[in-house]
Each structure stands twice: as structure tokens, then as C-alpha cells.
């Protein structure tokens, strides 16, 4: 299995423009994840996908973020307009119940 | 979900085994004892994760008192790959296949040395 799939892995972009970020999941897990990395913050959940249901998104940062699962096997994680702060590793994770399979990230940087 | 407190960081020298402390004194009977871990600029690792019962597999063990109060993640012949920054996590069984959330703290930073 390839594993959790993220791209970019690198994304420079300049403020007030839109970033897209997505995730491929591992072939069936239910349950899809989007982190947030910081130094200042660590490891933050953004939003869960329950069977492409979002579940929670009380970590969903702001409305500039919002987060999409069209289907069982992409996610997508979208902010407009892009701020400096927004800065970050990106993470997406799958899951089958038990435990939580991470993606190499995309490193966010917001000039 | 409960809380966990780690040290921030550890030493351990190559070859020797590493144990790692975690203590959740909150914890509930329907919460898991996770740990994961974090190389540089990879996304975390699944490492184990126990209920009441020690639990061993090909990565590392995990020791829970008793009273489930604390554990310890024990990597058996710690190489120099294993430097990473470990996460100690309780998770809650809400029952039905659902589950609480990964709550991470700050982790352990533990180096391993030559």
C-alpha cells in the first residue's frame, strides 16, 4: 500500500491567494483527518470525515478554511484568502477505527 | 479526553534499551494509551497503543500500571533512527466504532545517541 497520499509537499504562495492542499487516503479506511503543525501551537486537528461526513470541524481555524471529501478516496483542504499566519506542515491522516495513518505533509509558506 | 505529561526530553545511548514515561492520571476506563512518534519532517508514526493490558509488537512494548495511571513505551535496542520526538496520547472508545480524538501534546524529544 503507497500509503497516505499528500500533494503538494511544497507550496510558497503570497498573500490573498488561494491554496489548495489534498490528500488521497488509504484504499478503505472510513475516517480522514486534516492536522495543522506549527512550532508555536504543535499538532492541531483541523477537521474529521466520518465515510466523507465531516464530523468535527471545531478546529477549522476560520471561514477562510474549509475542507471538501467528494468521495471515499480524495480530500481536499482549501484556504482563501491565504495570510502569512496560515504558515504551517499540513497533515492528513486515514483511519480504519484504531488507529491513524499520517501522510508525509505539505509545507505551507505564505509570503 | 485525558490529559498526559511527558518529559520534555531524553537521552538514551544507542544499543541500550529506551524507556519513556508517560503519566495520565485522568484517565477513564473506556481510553486508550496511544503513542506515536514524529522524525524530523516526516508526519507522526503509529507506534502501539494498549487498554489495561501490556501490549509488545515489533516497534516497541507498552507497560501500563495497574491502576492505569501512567505507562511507559519501551524501545528495546534504540538505533540511531529512532531519534524522534515521541507522543504519548489517551483516546477515548466512545463504543459503536466511534472514537474521540488525538489530542497531542508536546512529546518527548528523545535522542539517541552513538
Known amino acids: 500500500d503507497a500509503g497516505v497520499i499528500q500533494s503538494p509537499r511544497h507550496e510558497v504562495t503570497e498573500m490573498g491567494q488561494e491554496v489548495t492542499l489534498r490528500c488521497k487516503p488509504i484504499s478503505g479506511h472510513n475516517s480522514l483527518f486534516w492536522y495543522r503543525q506549527t512550532m508555536m501551537r504543535g499538532l492541531e486537528l483541523l477537521i474529521y470525515?466520518?465515510?466523507?461526513?465531516?464530523?468535527?470541524d471545531s478546529g477549522m481555524p476560520e471561514d477562510r478554511f474549509s475542507a471538501k471529501m467528494p468521495n471515499a478516496s480524495f480530500s481536499t483542504l482549501k484556504i482563501q484568502p491565504s495570510e502569512p499566519r496560515d504558515s504551517a506542515v499540513y497533515f492528513c491522516a486515514s483511519s480504519l477505527g484504531l488507529s491513524e495513518y499520517f501522510g508525509p505533509g505539505t509545507r505551507l509558506l505564505v509570503l | 479526553d485525558a490529559k498526559t505529561t511527558q518529559p520534555p526530553s531524553m537521552d538514551c545511548a544507542e544499543g541500550r534499551a529506551a524507556n519513556l514515561p508517560c503519566n495520565h492520571s485522568?484517565?477513564?476506563?473506556?481510553?486508550?494509551v496511544y503513542w506515536y512518534r514524529q522524525i524530523h519532517s516526516q508526519g507522526p508514526q503509529y507506534i502501539i497503543h494498549g487498554l489495561k493490558n501490556n501490549e509488545t509488537n515489533e516497534m516497541a512494548s507498552l507497560i501500563i500500571t495497574e491502576d492505569r495511571k501512567s505507562s511507559t513505551l519501551i524501545l528495546p535496542h534504540a538505533t540511531l533512527r529512532d531519534t524522534a520526538v515521541y507522543y504519548c496520547i489517551v483516546r477515548v472508545a466512545a463504543g459503536d466504532d466511534s472514537w474521540g480524538k488525538f489530542q497531542f501534546g508536546a512529546g518527548t524529544q528523545v535522542v539517541v545517541t552513538p
Open positions: 470525515f466520518n465515510n466523507n461526513v465531516p464530523i468535527d
Open positions: 485522568t484517565i477513564s476506563g473506556n481510553e486508550y
